[in-house]
């Protein structure tokens, strides 16, 4: 469970709101990285076991829609690429950006994230999709796997 008080974790889907409004209205959202962290942050930074989120976007770079499609325990989830396809071609997804989070605090990638992020960019390369960037959030920190050249 997260430490937020009521009126912290108000503040916080305030902010994912206001985040939101602004990434379905403007391509600059998917452009700017720092806001692209901050955003994946809000959403699952603090959860207490780890999710796997992406970012649908569309030939812009406009969020199409955000969810997370999996969930796991304390210290890892089971993604399935085919899923993350899936998903992104029912809502026309020219390019994603997948996030999850790492509760121990420590945005380090594992081997698994590396390897997880390369099956998804392969598999979803196959449908002209792009993978735009694989983003690791705790509740303090990010690594971006673009940053870092490793996409």
Do not use: W
């Not at 901050?38 to 989120?53: A, D, H, V």
């Not at 030939?59 to 396809?85: C, M, P, R, W, Y």
């Amino acid at each position: 469970m997260t430490n937020f008080t009521k009126k912290e974790q108000s503040a916080i889907d305030k902010a994912i709101n206001i985040i939101e409004s602004k990434a379905e209205n403007s391509s600059f959202f998917a452009t700017n990285a720092v806001q692209v962290k901050q955003y994946c942050q809000l959403k699952i930074g603090s959860e207490y076991r780890e999710y796997f989120g992406v970012l649908f976007l569309n030939s812009q770079n406009e969020l199409i829609h955000f969810e997370v499609l999996f969930k796991g325990g304390l210290d890892s989830a089971s993604v399935h690429v085919d899923i993350v396809t899936k998903e992104a071609l029912i809502r026309s997804s020219k390019n994603v950006i997948v996030c999850h989070n790492h509760p121990s605090g420590d945005v380090t990638p594992s081997q698994a994230d590396m390897n997880i992020t390369k099956k998804i960019e392969t598999c979803l390369d196959l449908f002209d999709i792009r993978l735009l960037d694989h983003i690791i959030v705790s509740k303090i920190n990010t690594f971006s796997f673009a940053e870092k050249g490793m996409l």
